[in-house]
């Protein structure tokens, strides 16, 4: 008798609350959600400015270090117009955009002076490129500087413009 009104006091109770795996699938969509849209949010203004700068100095010196390493020409290309760089080899390509209405300003290479406008190709040879480039990159009021040298293959970065 004991079983049965357990059994009736059980059935006519409600269920209000969440399941365990409800809240582990509702906890985990609103992380992945967060992850999504938060990193968006922190590249506005000049924190963007200087993770783009960032970028193209690590991808110029793995640019460096992959030619010297492999004993390969590498090709980085930056089409200032369009806002997109990118490099190629005989076995690698690779292309970016910059982001968030970034612009380059302009780019300096020693033989080729300052170049504000169309295509800027730089070959990168078994023994890196023959000569250092800068970048000037600006978004809004903010400006960045990326000067690569091309002696040890490092790049630096810095606010504002620098030649």
Not at 93 to 106: G, H, T
Not at 148 to 154: A, K, Q, T, Y
């Amino acid at each position: 008798m004991l079983t049965s009104l357990t059994r009736k006091y059980n059935t006519n109770r409600k269920q209000s609350a969440f399941t365990l795996i409800e809240l582990v699938i509702v906890i985990f969509i609103i992380s992945l959600t967060t992850a999504l849209i938060v990193p968006n949010l922190w590249e506005t203004g000049e924190r963007g400015l200087r993770s783009e700068a960032k970028r193209i100095g690590n991808t110029l010196r793995y640019v460096y270090d992959e030619a010297v390493g492999k004993k390969q020409t590498y090709i980085l290309k930056v089409n200032i117009d369009e806002g997109s760089w990118g490099f190629e080899s005989k076995n690698e390509s690779r292309s970016f955009q910059v982001k968030n209405d970034i612009v380059f300003k302009d780019i300096i290479i020693p033989s080729l002076g300052r170049i504000t406008t169309g295509e800027a190709i730089l070959p990168f040879g078994p023994l890196g490129p023959e000569e250092p480039v800068t970048f000037h990159l600006s978004k809004d009021e903010f400006e960045y500087t990326v000067i690569f040298n091309n002696l040890n293959g490092r790049a630096k970065v810095y606010e504002g413009y620098r030649t």
